[in-house]
């Protein structure tokens, strides 16, 4: 008698017990991706500036395509060694797809490229750089959270992110070793063209990052003195670039025209990475 008394008992406490567990699942269905963690905004403003560097590097693939091979070829490759493995695993935690359609993407970029038994046409560069730009556009969806894309702070972060890159692209433009852009340089002419391109694309890029990061920016900051020098420090940069300014000139534009006014706007401390 008694045994048959647990053995209801535990039959109801298992019916309780998957009652909960279904009612849950209800609410968070058990097959609902879990992500490991989440991203920082310091850590969405990095995928942001990552994006758009492949996505400029891609774009100098086919603007050099007909015109120099050699050149098209190292933009592709640095294209592709933008992604590397530590991204591509965050990237994964997110959407498996997409990692793995948008490493295959600029892989065959790369291949295609480098093919000269037939070398590719310009119809096909301009088809795999599309299909580029698609496949970071739905990646910077699953890998940056909505209300990031809608914070002022991480676009001018990824901004600042890209002007570090053009220190360091303009700097080996100008044969200038990466960490050494403090020390004094002889070198008064371009000697890398693909690093020149690479710190010409950015800097043009850097003017959308702006314009973007207007439309997020609270009216008490883009109302700021320091935010519409941001502006025309950027334009400015833009020029000097375009002009092959001397590294030291392009360097103090950034530091005095650009980052000084950002952090005064944003009330940030910036760091440059030189």
């Known amino acids: 008698m008694n045994k048959k008394k647990i053995r209801i008992n535990n039959i109801s406490i298992t019916a309780i017990t998957l009652a909960i567990v279904l009612s849950v699942g209800g609410i968070y269905p058990l097959n609902r991706t879990i992500y490991a963690h989440t991203f920082s905004g310091g850590e969405s403003a990095s995928f942001l500036a990552l994006a758009t560097q492949i996505a400029a590097e891609a774009h100098l693939v086919q603007a050099n395509a007909r015109s120099n091979t050699t050149l098209a070829q190292d933009h592709a490759a640095d294209a592709r060694q933008h992604l590397d493995a530590n991204t591509t695993k965050e990237l994964t935690e997110r959407n498996k797809r997409v990692a793995h359609d948008l490493t295959a993407a600029l892989i065959d970029l790369q291949r295609s490229i480098n093919s000269t038994n037939p070398p590719p046409t310009t119809a096909i560069v301009k088809e795999k750089v599309n299909n580029i730009d698609g496949l970071l556009q739905e990646a910077l969806s699953a890998r940056v959270e909505p209300d990031q894309m809608k914070n002022a702070t991480v676009h001018i972060l990824a901004l600042n992110n890209i002007l570090n890159e053009i220190t360091e692209h303009y700097g080996g433009a100008y044969g200038i070793e990466e960490g050494k852009q403090n020390e004094t340089s002889t070198q008064n ?11 010409q694309s950015y800097a ?30 950027l334009a400015s940069l833009k020029n000097a670039i375009e002009s092959k300014k001397q590294f030291k000139e392009v360097q103090q534009i950034i530091e005095s025209q650009i980052r000084t006014h950002i952090e005064s706007a944003f009330k940030l401390k910036l760091k440059a990475e030189v």
Do not use: H, W
């Open 204 to 233: 043009n890029q850097t003017l959308q990052m702006f314009n973007d990061t207007k439309k997020v920016a609270s009216s008490n900051i883009t109302s700021s003195p320091e935010f519409s020098k941001i502006d025309i420090g």
């Open 189 to 199: 002419r371009i000697v890398n063209m693909a690093d020149y391109q690479s710190a």
